[in-house]
């Protein structure tokens, strides 16, 4: 584990923050993320009613390798609801929940940066990949005049893809993309899958996933104008499947470029890509946001996905299409890249651009 | 488990056949599948050197869940060689060593019915599936007026492909063909995959898999003329992975036509499909080679491999492609259908063709 | 699968049940298992409110490897309650609500043949093995005079304890047993365990499994008197674990004994085994209630646990203990023999010993 | 991730090491613990002829989740000989050719800590797990007067066992020891145990596993005289189990004490428990040996195997036994603790007591 680099912008003292659905297993990757973060600091902690008046070590089932951070054991949890301190709020409520109380958040001033699916597709909410589309955190800057905003992380699979495509999109434009994805059972949450379905299985349906991939990775990819964000010029085909993987979502891409790319020129674009978060040295981020490895064999769940704390999506045996142009394998870590470490990864650039002002 | 149809073509008394390779994964099988069959009789066990002179309880370590057969356990194992009894040969041997081996039995007057790779794209091989290119066995036909003939067994992922396949492209024609598959840990045979290596993992590569899917398919759906085999005109793009399945192949299948068919048409030409094995009434064959199953979540390995003794091939979740016309994912269980069960197939089907003479 | 051996006391016309707790996991096995049963037939079907109403196709979520027999899923599925057409009726209710509904079928003259905790230990139920203490009937026999009674299955891996005991407490007389378990998730039912929890770990705890194995193996295991059930005297050491396998529980044993025992008496007492079903020819009975397997590294859950259809108990490395005097490891099948099967083999003995009457 | 105790102790220059059996699995584990040691430096890495003349980077399969060390991957593997340069060897061989080879290397006067079990029970031989047996390094001070000399760790299993038990041992006095084990796949090194043997199943044997827990506890546990060890007169019955998990051997333990404790005794003993490699702040030690957690259901491989750097030993379900006195469950990290990091313990706490002398 190196060293995390010295942001020129780190603030001081540390901006208090707020978890919501601190108890779920996105909360618990907050929560472990968050304990000692260089910026931020956990103030508040709220969850479902049946939560509310217990400590934190009482009301969760805490499912992590890492042992429960001391200092947030002690703390109490409250309900889930409008009344909340921090400006800064990270949102890993259950879908069911979160679209009217993140709104009703955003609404008194909050800067909600959401885990949850909600609120991805709205208009004025940018849905952030910081390496990616950090420009359309002018969508935010815009909709903060106002008071509050929320900021949406895409959907797991959807974050490991767009990054392992904008490096392409930019040098040589993407017409089509075809992923079938593996994914890991931590992207369910828990209790999730049953392991009597599961084990010794794959389940080749994920709800909604399907859909997720193929409309948000063209917002992401988007372009934003004067009159808002116009969705990407591209074609997403996916195939969702759970496999037994504890944690690590591997893609199985083919892609049409719309200019002619030789594989030098793909590992090139890979190699060279750097977004704000490494400008800026975010403390989350990783320093490459793409890792090429060689092997034949790779890249591989239990083996990658810690690249880089969890946060860089590490691609691998790109190799040319019969079908479309070239094929390759990309492997994010769900729970931190595609998770709680990306939303963190946001709301870092965010403090770093200014959006949460002076006082943080 | 229903009772076998009573073939008309049903030789008395049985046919001999011998075993090559039979202590291993696939051997295991066809032994198995072979100890009570109605047509077949194990006359001869062939493995290694190391094996010679053992009894099959000795040399193997039987890794089925069903039982050794009693009458197989106690039978001698002889060092795999050109002087093998019986005309009808099964074939499980090493890729290292078949080829020559293989050459040889078939110069030497047998039909060699082989799971092994080597012989699979020669001229004068028919690659059989059965139901989709029963008339490729004219190949066959020819060259055994020289005495002998090999007849291979497609890979096993290729196999169940191409039972999906061979529907849509007898009704429709088939352009290109998106395959990415997921594939059980038994196709690499014992000791195969380390557990260290699968466990929480998968392995996105496997040797020579992708290439054989992408030209075995080819063949098995080409055209017979005058001189020869013609590979069918069709481009297949394949990526394939290892995940944590004990047996039972899952492919994510994309698929381009040449005349348009809605998904009605696509389900009819499923559920009508039936070759000659159904014909005959073959002791192996499914009632129906395709079972389309309407769960969302289906096809799963664990619920449906078996179907039909595991020789059926199951498809579900047929839908749009927005890239390709339609998209699918089909089951073939790799060990029975794909390995040592449709090599049994493919020889009940040469026995009741006559292709073995009026003695078998 | 060898054909079942027709019994003496085969009854006709077959005789009306009713499941209870049909849609969840050991209802499937209840119903796969009965669907084509010589003697027993379904007539009715009772799960929770929520399934009311349903066919059973729709209101279950059909785990199972066999496919769901085609005239049970479009029966309807009632809510579970008092008024209950057929005499015989399988329970497999969750334990939140089958106590009191239990006895109050059994006041009204059902015979409950259940596999829930609830009733196991009262004084006028038989805790039934049928291998093992058949004449426990009498309890009974003794409750039907005034109408209905209830047979209990022990727990699942109490089954395959003391079915490997019975012959040894029998030969020997037994005094101390220490045993540590490896069960399996579907021991759990559906959802069960989540696969969070259990891929790549082990959760050395099941709720109550301890106390259970330490007490009902001393009632099974007991004598009737005039006065009722008294307890074995012996001493069991339970410790449980979850493990990450499907079907099949295993366990470690250790043994004292009152009388000395050589391997060889051990291996004699086990193989000479047989009960009241065995002498019935039950339908659901094994030819020998315990296989012992002679394999360095056996038995093996995935390799042992289907003997004779699930319901043999396999066991294998007996070899001295330094502490008490002999050890070994046995297997048992738990949602076969150690459930569903094991309920149908006391309801197959309870009819074939005249309980239900004349009529059935 | 905590920062590592600065030891007065603290050797400058680093001390040459040279591993052997470098590219095996409990080498690879050597090479990702001593990349960054404080004390040691990687000079030579030697394995077998196939290997010799080859990168670390080419001969190795690197199977760890961590990165294989840039500095390491460059470095040139020998051939495994006499000819070592190093003093300070640590050796991950197979136990197929180590016994010669390590005798030899004695002779030459090199410290040989070796993690095989050749020489464990040698008479001139530490069996060492410093918290427990520090003062055996009595032996291996003796015999360093004529040179060289062999360190050995003892088996996974035992290890986290005598870990357990030696509070006890001191405080109580131990009697008998039942323990079974649940036993991680890594424990059989690469390839090891096949998948097709351990998905889905348990294999209820581990070849001289039994007989290493019986006897290396004993010798651990035991006292030095001057006519040198006794063994420790307590009795351990062993029964092995391999199961599928990645990293992480669970054992449930039934022990009877000579003088009578209570729960909150024995919790106190582990507590309370520390050794010299606390006292010494040993870079690699744990902060505390003995980790106990309350969770009922704990502890488990997934969630405590790493803790303290997979160094501690974590304990839980202490509860009355019925037939010996107490029963327990405790978990070891078997290729950290269990391998690699107790061996590069042992060396700590061997040149914490000088025994390599002034110059390292």
New interface residues.
Partial sequence: ?TPQPQSPTRPSPKIPVAILGATG?VGQRFVSLLADHPWFEITALMASERSAGRTYAEATR??????LPPAVAAMPVAAAGPDVEPRLVFSALDASVAGPLESDLARRGHLVVTNTRNHRLDADVALLVPEVNAHHLELTRRRLCDGGAIVANPNCSTIGLVMALAPLAQAFGID?V?V?T?QA??GAG????????????????ISGEEEKM?SESRKVLGSLGDDGLIFADL???A?C?R????DGH?E?V?VSLRRPASAADIRAAWDDFRGEPQHFELPSAPRRPIHYVDG????????H???ERGMAVVV??LRP????DH?F?LLVHNTLRGAAGGAILCAELAVAKGLLGESG
Same sequence: chains 1, 2, 3, 4.
């Avoid at 034949?296 to 083996?303: A, I, K």
């Avoid at 299409?321 to 479309?324: A, K, S």
């Fill in positions: 584990m297993s805490w499912l992590q390798a890492s042992p089509q075809n079938v593996l059972i931590s828990y209790p999730g899958v049953a392991s009597l379905e599961i084990m010794d299985n794959v389940i080749p349906f193929e074609t997403v085909s195939q499947n496999v037994s993987v504890v591997l199985c083919s034949d064999t790779w890249p591989q769940p239990r083996l996905r810690d690249t691998g045996r299409c019969p079908i479309l094929k394998v």
